[in-house]
Structure formats: C-alpha cells, structure tokens
Nanobody
Framework: QVQLVESGGGLVQAGGSLRLSCTAS????????MGWFRQAPGKEREFVSA????????NYADSVKGRFTISRENTKNAVYLQMNSLKPEDTAVYYC?????????????????WGQGTQVTVSS
C-alpha cells in the first residue's frame, strides 16, 4: 500500500478557488491511478475525479466538470485538484485515494489506499 497525505483545504467564499495536494510515499507512484472523493456530513462518499497512471487520462463527476481539474506530477509523487468557481454544495471532506486498477476507477471499492482527508468549506 501507499501512504497518502492531503493538504490545501480551507474556508473560501462561493466563486473562489482552492488547490488540493496529495503526496504519496514510496517509489511506485506511477503504478497507481489516483482519485479524489468527497464526503459531506450525512452523505455517502462520492467520486470527484480520477487520473490514470501514465497516460494522464482523466474523469470527472458531472457536478464538477468544467470547474475542477485533476493533475499529477510523478516526479514529486503528487496529485492535485484545482477547484474553481466553488459552490456551497462543494463543502465536504476531500479524500485522496490510490488504485492499482487499470484505467480510470471511479468507485470507492476500486481504491485500496486513502488519505486522512482535508476539509473544504465554501461559504455563500
């Protein structure tokens, strides 16, 4: 397994931006597809975005398409989530996750390693 640590969460006004970062331990980062999920109070964890291992193909939830951008920097063992035009409904704990599945996994059970989460709060 790989250890993941997220950072970059915080409080922002609606319409603002935040950039989440996730760094991974170990030397096999390129063997993992990476994803971001979020979980709001009282709700199930939901898929936000994923990026492939080397091809850098990406996938997004419909609710964030056009506003969020996922990227990765394999030389730094890092994955990022740039979040623009934030809305109050984006408020949640955001989790970074790693998957050994081929392609673009998008369900929580596809991911075997998780970070501790970072809080994002968007005020109206």
């Amino acid at each position: 397994q790989v250890q993941l640590v997220e950072s970059g969460g915080g409080l922002v006004q609606a319409g603002g931006s935040l950039r989440l970062s996730c760094t991974a331990s170990g030397r096999t980062f390129t063997t993992y597809a990476m994803g971001w999920f979020r979980q709001a109070p009282g709700k199930e964890r939901e898929f936000v975005s994923a990026i492939g291992r080397l091809i850098y193909n990406t996938n997004y939830a419909d609710s964030v398409k056009g506003r969020f951008t996922i990227s990765r920097e394999n030389t730094k063992n890092a994955v990022y989530l740039q979040m623009n035009s934030l809305k109050p409904e984006d408020t949640a704990v955001y989790y970074c996750a790693a998957s050994t599945k081929v392609g673009l996994p998008s369900t929580p059970t596809d991911f075997g390693s998780w970070g501790q989460g970072t809080q994002v709060t968007v005020s109206s």
